[in-house]
Nanobody, 119 residues
Framework: QVQLVESGGGLVQAGGSLRLSCAAS????????LGWYRQTPGKQRELVAT???????NYADSVKGRFTISKDNAKNTVYLQMNSLKPEDTAVYYC?????????????WGQGTQVTVSS
């Protein structure tokens, strides 16, 4: 069983920065696609950024140019650097690891970390 543990959330003023980290309990990042998602009360969880096992990245339009996803396979850790934060970035941020192996999929989520951006 894979466990993902996020850290780095907190309260920051608009325009500030935070870096989220997500550590896995086992070495999976070289073969899993990784992502950061966020959710606010009453809304569906939305994609923020993803990074494939090969290192290709993808971002939601709302965070392009402000957020950067990266990973360190040796440390089993994926990061989300968030700059120029806005109040609308306030959410619980979740780390995800996903892999499709033939007909079977492996999908793991962290417990979430709260990010609050004050205006």
């Amino acid at each position: 069983q894979v466990q993902l543990v996020e850290s780095g959330g907190g309260l920051v003023q608009a325009g500030g920065s935070l870096r989220l980290s997500c550590a896995a309990s086992v070495r999976i990042f070289s073969i899993y696609h990784l992502g950061w998602y966020r959710q606010t009360p009453g809304k569906q969880r939305e994609l923020v950024a993803t990074i494939t096992s090969g290192g290709a990245t993808n971002y939601a339009d709302s965070v392009k140019g402000r957020f950067t996803i990266s990973k360190d396979n040796a440390k089993n850790t994926v990061y989300l650097q968030m700059n120029s934060l806005k109040p609308e970035d306030t959410a619980v941020y979740y780390c995800n690891a996903y892999r499709l192996d033939g007909m079977r999929s492996y999908d793991y989520w962290g417990q979430g970390t709260q990010v609050t951006v004050s205006s």
